[in-house]
């Protein structure tokens, strides 16, 4: 199948892994950053994680680079505005983007301004190009839980505004749930959407603690509920959302081959899978990319197809208006 001319839903893709590489010398350059390298073939070598990659930990390392370049309100416009432009060019309908506010305040931005930037980009996108788009805030793991207090507070002004989710995401520890239960359910009680990474280095039993403890609708990636039933069960009963990103998912060595990668059991058995990119750049890839090695490996028929994108759809953060929109483009 011919995929690029698809019209295409995203809702798992992070800005600060997403950021165009020139973008990245053109801000470096303007705002006085030292890079490594100034050449973007060099740049790219240090930004795109290999398949190799050993461990999501080492995937992770790529990001520290690019959140350098996204520390001033301008930036974050642009990055999020270059983002959908890029997304809107291959046809992407409705794309969610997530960050960790925290990660773009080092220069003395507060949370309030990193979101109203990435707010208004979005925004920008939206009228220039026929895409729409929500925003996930993400709560990093590797921080104190007084991070995603912090987080939860002031992105709840902006709920209806832009913002419609809460995430956790970084470093997968084993029961890492029982610790974020508190700010997860105060921002449910806000009106926080939640979707939560779980289950990509090993551990089914974190989905199923995420399900439970922090009520997550949707779950990025939940690789591993294939080998925990109880995660799996519950998963496939309560229709919980993967958020699969096949090229992350092996550099991250949630599977270790593309060929084994579980997507089309899970799907062609009636979990409700969706296909997305994770990190434009840290992962070297785009929308059509995904879907189309998920077609090379499982040749998808259209009708697969079809279902994955309704269940995009359907499995949104948006509101009634803008799925309806979605499933008219199809
Ligand atoms: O696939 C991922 N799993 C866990 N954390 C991730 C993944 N991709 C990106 N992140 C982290 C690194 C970013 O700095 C952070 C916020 O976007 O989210
Ligand atoms: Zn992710």
Redesign the pocket.
Known sequence: MNLLNEPKIELHC????SVRVETIIDIAEKEGIPLPTVDKEELEKELIAPSECPS?DE??KR?SLP?KVMQSKESLKRITFELFEDAARENVKYLEV???PL?HTLKGLDIEEVIQSVIDGMRDAENRYEIKGNIIL?C?RSMPVEGAFDVVEKGKKFLGKGVVAIDL??S?DEGFSKRFVEPITLAKEYGYRVTI?AG?TGSGKNVLEAIELLGAERI??GIYIKDYDAAYKKVKENQIVLEI?PT?NVQ?KAVNLFSEHPIYKFHEDGIKVTINT??RTVSDTTMSKEIDLVDDEFNLSKEDYRQIYINSVEASFADQETKEWCLAQY
């Open positions: 992070h800005l600060d892994g999501l995937y992770l990001f959140n997530r960050f960790g990660l993400s990093l995401c970084a997968e990474h990509e990025g990636h990103c992350s991250t994770d990190n």
